[in-house]
């Protein structure tokens, strides 16, 4: 904070804030089409949160109960392999499809293998199936029962949607308390850094003069402004650390 200790000192002398900035508090603040963009996106996050975190939950206990008449009524029976192949992507599975006869009809399905099982099978191989002879379209390989979905992920799935949600939400509302009651102040921009991994962003660096005399360092994600230019900084008087500078990216004044 000594590098642009001159500057500072008589950032005030000659500084005008922008008209808009010099309506009384709480000013009359809109949204701007990004401020748009991140409300709406924060209201989808929170449907496919909830929605989702049910679905998996309802998924999850169809599956379960599955499970439990498998237990109880399901017979065994053996089948017959059609084919064995490997799913791609990133977590690639093991996988196969099967054909098996109960009650004079013939049934099929895929299952996802151990890699154990999976190895050593081939098209033509049999296989030992469990299927509900109430509904033998359901069935799975005897070795490999399906795991139903556990409680947690559909608390971890909405939980993540929900959270992304909020704080997408909490962006915009920050933005807008702090245009509404914010005071606007000279400042002077002391550096950019480039900040982050694969998607790097510019970190703007800034100082800004209080009307006390004090002086305050900031910090934003921004375009880079050379070193040395003055520019409007917007601060809550009640505590200078919560600033941003002008104009904002997600609102603004409201015309009047």
């Known amino acids: 904070m000594t590098m642009f200790?001159?500057?500072t000192d008589s950032l005030w002398d000659g500084w005008n804030p922008p008209v808009e900035l010099t309506r009384?508090?709480?000013?009359?603040?809109?949204?701007?089409?990004?401020?748009?963009?991140?409300?709406?996106?924060?209201?989808?996050?929170?449907a496919v949160g909830i929605g989702g975190g049910i679905a998996f939950r309802i998924q999850g206990v169809h599956e379960e109960a599955t499970a439990r008449r498998m237990q109880a009524e399901g017979q065994e029976t053996e089948g017959v392999v059609e084919r064995v192949w490997r799913s791609g992507g990133k977590s690639p599975r093991d996988m196969a499809a099967y054909h098996f006869s109960a009650g004079g009809q013939t049934y099929g399905g895929e299952a996802e293998l151990s890699s154990d099982h999976w190895v050593g099978l081939s098209g033509g191989s049999p296989i030992a199936i469990r299927y509900l002879p109430s509904n033998p379209k359901?069935?799975?390989?005897?070795a490999d029962p399906p795991t139903p979905v556990p409680p947690f992920v559909s608390l971890v799935f909405g939980g993540s949607f929900l959270l992304s949600s909020g704080l997408m939400y909490n962006m915009v509302r920050s933005a807008r308390r702090l245009l509404e009651e914010g005071r606007a102040a000279p400042g002077v921009v002391t550096g950019n850094r480039m900040m982050g991994g694969r998607n790097r962003k510019n970190q703007l660096v800034?100082?800004?003069k209080l009307q006390d005399g004090g002086v305050h360092q900031g910090r934003a994600s921004r375009s880079p402004i050379p070193d040395g230019t003055r520019?409007?900084?917007?601060?809550?008087?009640e505590n200078p650390r919560r600033n941003a500078p002008y104009p904002f990216g997600l609102v603004k004044v409201a015309e009047e």
Do not use: H, T, W
């Open 231 to 237: 520019i409007c900084v917007v601060y809550n008087p």
């Open 5 to 7: 200790a001159g500057r």
């Open 138 to 142: 359901v069935s799975f390989p005897s």
């Open 24 to 46: 009384s508090v709480p000013r009359a603040v809109e949204l701007k089409g990004q401020g748009v963009v991140l409300v709406i996106m924060a209201f989808v996050f929170a």
């Open 206 to 208: 800034y100082q800004f």
